[in-house]
């Protein structure tokens, strides 16, 4: 049977991509950012996932306004990097599991969860930063990708307890799947940012890890956060972490942290970075 063994929790900073593809890693700026990657890595390596489920949002790149699924799952073949006006970013192309996705997709539509499943889709820096951060920059992904948009662009979007069921539906599609596979999941975006008005550049040290703090030991209280409260306090953007709780309810209740990673500032935002696996 298949097997959740580990959850990804990370900011999908662009200029963390432009940072990787210029080879600027090791500048003064950028390394102690990559350096707190490095346990991520490792693990990773060890733990070895056939497949990551990356759970992010599109930034006006394969959906807009004229079409805005709240939840849309990649049941494609293969995504290639968008070109998101500075040309394709230069990594691999991201190989899908049409198989599991299809699975999931099933399992989650009789949970009474409401899909898009997207055939062709390119994928933006909310899923290629994260492969980046957690794998490098191998000649190919050393891994399949079930890509798992959630909109956080445009108003209105999910909650944070929806989020967190929806985990825990994806946790019972995984495990329903009869191949013996090893699963990851990702949940990307925020932490605190805001890009525009009069509060551009806000970052929210405190609050931020006192979210963490709870997302780790107690996801349900972090679900019935407020959009409300998550804008006033981590800004506009910073609504993306929501799309963690899709991860965090994948999980069990009781789990371990095997690295916890905070830094600020990360271009224009804080960066959070968190590797979970259940307690065995």
Same mark, same amino acid.
């Given at each position: 049977m298949a097997e959740i063994v580990a959850g990804v929790g990370t900011s999908h900073v662009p200029a963390i991509?432009?940072?990787?593809d210029h080879k600027?890693?090791?500048?003064?700026?950028?390394?102690?950012? %990559?350096?707190?990657?490095?346990?991520?890595?490792?693990?990773l390596e060890q733990l070895k996932p056939d497949v990551c489920i990356v759970v992010y949002n599109d930034h006006a790149s394969r959906f807009d306004l004229g079409l805005i699924p709240t939840f849309a799952?990649?049941?494609g073949e293969q995504f290639l990097p968008h070109d998101e006006g500075y040309g394709p970013r230069p990594v691999p192309a991201v190989n899908g599991d049409p198989e599991l996705a299809w699975h999931i997709v099933q399992s989650l539509v009789?949970?009474? %969860?409401d899909v898009t499943m997207v055939d062709s889709m390119t994928v933006d820096h909310g899923l290629t930063v994260p492969l980046s951060v957690a794998f490098g920059e191998p000649q190919e992904w050393p891994c399949r990708v079930i890509p798992l948009c959630v909109n956080v662009i445009q108003y209105p979007p999910p909650t944070g307890n929806r989020?967190?069921?929806?985990?825990?539906a994806l946790r019972k599609a995984v495990e329903s799947y009869p191949k013996d596979i090893r699963v990851a999941i990702f949940g990307t975006g925020g932490l605190s940012h805001q890009l525009q008005g009069e509060r551009a550049g806000l970052i929210n040290r405190e609050y931020d890890n006192r979210w963490l703090d709870g997302f780790i030991s107690h996801p349900g209280d972090v679900a019935r956060i407020?959009?409300?409260?998550?804008i006033r306090e981590v800004g506009s953007e910073g609504l993306e972490c929501v799309m963690w709780l899709v991860m965090?309810?994948?999980l069990?209740?009781?789990?371990?942290v095997t690295h916890r990673f905070y830094h600020v500032p990360a271009s224009n935002t804080a960066y959070g970075l968190l590797l979970l696996e259940n307690k065995k």
């Open positions: 991509g432009a940072a990787v600027k890693t090791q500048e003064p700026y950028w390394k102690p950012i %990559f350096d707190g990657m490095v346990p991520v890595r490792v693990r799952i990649g049941t009789l949970d009474e %969860f989020c967190l069921n929806l985990g825990k407020s959009h409300a409260e998550l965090r309810g994948a069990h209740d009781d789990v371990q």
